[in-house]
């Protein structure tokens, strides 16, 4: 079974920096493809980043050179780091997971299978 689990939101100051963490049960982790995407109150499920097995990474418009995936396969986890984190990254935060892993990098969310509960994260300015 894939399960996906989210860590490491909350609430912070905007200029802060967070850390969110996916762990993803499974013993084919190595070679899935994992992805974050995020979803505000109004709006659609928005992709944020995607890493492949080979560590490729793929960032969506909004990353905008503060968000850096990268991902440990000892400890079956791939993290999300925010940085300079702005109001309007105020959102639910959800690791999706592609078992069919492979080099394409898809950004959308059709293509994932498993999903977490996602964690909550709200800046304050």
């Known amino acids: 079974q894939v399960q996906p689990v989210e860590s490491g939101g909350g609430l912070v100051q905007a200029g802060d920096s967070l850390r969110l963490s996916c762990v993803v049960s499974g013993n084919r982790f190595m070679y899935y493809t994992i992805a974050w995407f995020r979803q505000a109150p109004g709006n659609e499920r928005e992709f944020i980043a995607a890493i492949n097995w080979r560590r490729d990474a793929n960032y969506g418009g909004s990353a905008e050179g503060r968000f850096t995936i990268a991902r440990d396969n000892e400890k079956n986890t791939v993290s999300l780091q925010i940085n300079l984190l702005k109001p309007e990254d105020a959102a639910i935060y959800y690791c999706?997971?592609?078992?069919?892993?492979?080099?394409?990098?898809?950004?959308?969310?059709?293509?994932?299978?498993?999903w977490g509960q996602g964690t909550q994260v709200t800046v304050s300015s």
């Open positions: 999706a997971v592609d078992p069919a892993g492979g080099l394409d990098i898809s950004t959308l969310f059709s293509q994932y299978d498993y």
